[in-house]
């Protein structure tokens, strides 16, 4: 699996592909959004509680890899029952202002692209 590998297998001088194919799918975005806007560290459970689409399993690979790539950090604690919380790093820190204008530009033009997939499926249909 691509989002398994180190570097893009067959583009590996391209950070582009490299970045993107990590942080572009379905749940990476989500999960950093989650976090950017908690006040404080998050549990597992409380990340899967806000995003109650995701599996356990994809909520583990997905902060796995956000782990790996030092966007996200993970403190585990030496208690009964073990406590471990997640957190943004300061490189995530870099990043979220551009989500977060991305998140901003979807909303305001959600609407518009919505009727224009309509239209463009109407159009097909006929």
């Known amino acids: 699996m691509l989002r398994d590998q180190l570097i893009d297998p067959l583009f590996p001088e391209c950070p ?4 993107l194919s990590r942080i572009g799918d379905k749940w990476t975005l ?12 998050l549990r597992f459970k409380e990340l899967q509680r806000a995003i109650p689409d995701i599996s ?8 796995r890899n956000l782990e790996a790539d030092g966007l996200v950090g993970r403190t585990a604690f030496a208690e009964v ?23 901003n530009w979807s909303l305001e033009n959600f609407s518009a692209i919505i009727t224009d997939r309509r239209q463009y499926a109407e159009g097909k249909k006929n």
């Open 56 to 63: 356990e399993k994809m909520l583990t690979l997905t902060l």
């Open 81 to 103: 029952p073990p406590r471990v919380e997640y957190n943004l790093t300061e490189r995530s820190g870099s990043l979220m202002p551009l989500l977060n204008n991305l998140v």
């Open 30 to 41: 989500l999960v950093l959004l989650v976090l950017d806007g908690a006040q404080t560290p």
């Open 16 to 19: 582009i592909r490299n970045v």
